[in-house]
């Protein structure tokens, strides 16, 4: 599964070419449900061309969190405020450039525009 890599450019078996990877795969299985992190707003929601199912939700203090390859975009739409462990949506495997992986949640946090290290951010 693929970690997190912002810098460091790992080969995508998908995509054929060398890629960085600012995010998480959560290893999860189809249908599990996928919640946010942590209370806030959702920013966007949209069907990417090679992310499938998109879900971003801003959080207090700069904090944005971004999910990718979902099932569904049914559950929660722009604007609305979520919870955290509240239910978005569902794992799919709607991310085209992903989709060699088994069925996985891809999870990326950032803070003003730039890719957190979840490993720095839950030892801080
Ligand atoms: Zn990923």
Redesign the pocket.
């Known amino acids: 599964m693929?970690d997190y890599t912002p810098e460091e450019l790992v080969w995508s078996q998908t995509m054929g070419q060398w890629q960085s990877?600012a995010?998480l795969?959560i290893a999860a299985g189809a249908g599990e449900a996928v919640v946010a992190c942590a209370d806030g707003t959702v920013s966007d929601a949209w069907r990417d061309r090679l992310w499938g199912n998109v879900i971003v939700i801003e959080h207090p203090g700069g904090l944005q969190s971004t999910y990718a390859g979902l099932n569904t975009l049914e559950l929660v739409k722009m604007g609305d405020a979520v919870k955290a462990g509240q239910v978005i949506s569902s794992v799919g495997n709607t991310a085209i450039c992903?989709a060699d992986l088994p069925f996985h949640l891809?999870f990326a946090l950032e803070r003003d525009g730039k890719p957190v290290n979840f490993a720095e951010l839950l030892a801080s």
Do not use: K, L, M, R
């Open positions: 693929g990877h995010g795969d992903e891809h």
